[in-house]
């Protein structure tokens, strides 16, 4: 593993943080009944996905141009940070509109 893809894993690791945590905040907004702090959580946490995105598909662009790119547990770990953000994200969603329909 060499400098230059570490520097595209560290920030897959903190984006996809990021973005769980950004998910975690918009539902606890909206079982506050705080729906807009909620909408900007859920925005805040969508922006960090795809800057996520953007080095995700970097490596995948080497990859698919022949260019070696090592697995290790570094990109593993990784992954599975973006992974669990964006699946927080998608929840998030659903729990916000549930708490939509429960305050109306």
């Known amino acids: 593993m060499n400098d230059e ?4 894993i560290m920030p897959l690791i903190m984006y996809g943080g990021e973005a769980k945590s950004s998910a975690i905040e918009a539902i606890q907004a909206a079982k506050a009944g705080d729906f807009t702090k909620a909408d ?10 795809v800057k996520a995105h953007h080095g ?15 697995i290790s547990i570094y990109m593993v770990h990784a992954q599975d940070h973006l992974m669990t953000g964006i699946a927080f994200v998608d929840l ?6 549930l708490y939509q329909v429960i305050q109306e």
């Open 5 to 8: 893809q570490m520097a595209v």
């Open 92 to 97: 998030a969603k659903e729990i916000i509109a």
């Open 40 to 49: 900007s959580a859920i925005q805040a946490a969508n922006e960090a996905i």
């Open 56 to 70: 995700q598909t970097e490596l995948l662009t080497k990859a698919a141009n022949g260019e070696a790119v090592d």
